[in-house]
């Protein structure tokens, strides 16, 4: 039986998460052009601050949110002007800065932590019946978040004066630097900005999920795999593939339960399928067009 009332509130769900993750990947490659690889790391170190501040020191939940959300986002902003700017222009440097830097957070919650499973409480209990399907309060909360998270995002890029720096940044530097923006500055911007969607999503999905230090692999795989398939430096082709990706394993878990370990293994064959079709992606561009 195709259960497509739990296959639709589970897609949605696990979607919303994979967009907050891959519109923050794809906003720093479109606007640095360079792929971070610590990027879901910061998911991880987010989801371990809510349980740090709320499970270990016992303060409200509300202050474990923003103390994780902002420790995270700074943490994030010291990465790359300590570690990337000065090497942003050289991809394979950054590549294995990054993926260093992510092995380091990797370890150093190893070391404060311990390697088991941790959990953490929901935020809010109990559950909703929604056209004959239970969903939990929690993944009404990470519906509500992700939504408003991306409506913000939206507002940000096209409706400020930031957003329009950030746009025309991505577009071309130079003509950027001539017209006044100041680039290094948009640049460290952004990577607040995707640091902070990273953490979002890690603070949102932490009571569903178990903690654990290799939490960040998984998400890295398949958000570069949705990001290539919705388009490089494409923020509206990051979010739907999100949701394609999202939905290939929630069917994959439903309907076949016994192969759900391959899950992220079919929704990269699908991604392999479109892009034989499609080589630049659903939403990518063949030349140096716009992007964001």
């Known amino acids: 039986m195709f259960d497509w009332e739990r296959i639709l509130v589970n897609g949605l769900v696990q979607g919303g998460i994979y967009a907050l993750l891959a519109i923050g990947f794809s906003l720093i490659f479109g606007v640095a052009r360079m792929i971070n690889l610590a990027h879901t790391s910061f998911y991880m170190l987010a989801a371990y601050g809510v349980y740090y501040f709320g499970q270990r020191l016992g303060l409200p939940l509300i202050v474990s949110i923003v103390l994780s959300l902002l420790i995270t986002t700074l943490i994030g902003i010291c990465t790359y002007k300590l570690f990337i700017e000065r090497v942003r222009e050289h991809q394979v440097t950054v590549l294995l800065i990054t993926l260093a830097l992510a092995l380091v957070f990797q370890e150093g919650v190893v070391l404060g932590f311990g390697g088991h499973y941790l959990g953490t409480p929901s935020f809010v209990s109990g559950y909703r019946e929604i056209v004959g399907v239970k969903v939990l309060h929690q993944h009404l909360v990470i519906l509500g978040t992700v939504l408003a998270a991306l409506l913000g995002m939206w507002a940000l890029l096209s409706k400020t004066r930031l957003g329009i720096a950030i746009r025309a940044s991505a577009q071309d530097t130079e003509v950027a630097n001539l017209m006044g923006i100041d680039v290094p500055r948009i640049l460290l911007i952004t990577m607040g900005i995707a640091t902070a969607l990273a953490a979002v999503a890690g603070i949102v999905v932490a009571p569903t ?35 394609v990706i999202a939905f290939v394993e929630t069917i994959v878990v439903y309907q076949f339960p016994e192969g759900a370990y391959l899950k992220g293994s079919i929704a990269l064959l699908v991604m392999v399928i479109i892009l034989l079709v499609r080589p630049e992606g659903l939403f990518g561009i063949s030349l140096e067009e716009e992007r964001l």
């Open 209 to 243: 999920l178990a903690i654990e230090p290799r939490m960040w692999t998984h998400p890295l795989v398949m958000i570069m795999a949705i990001v290539v398939l919705g388009g490089l430096g494409s923020v509206k082709g990051s979010f739907i593939a999100a949701f």
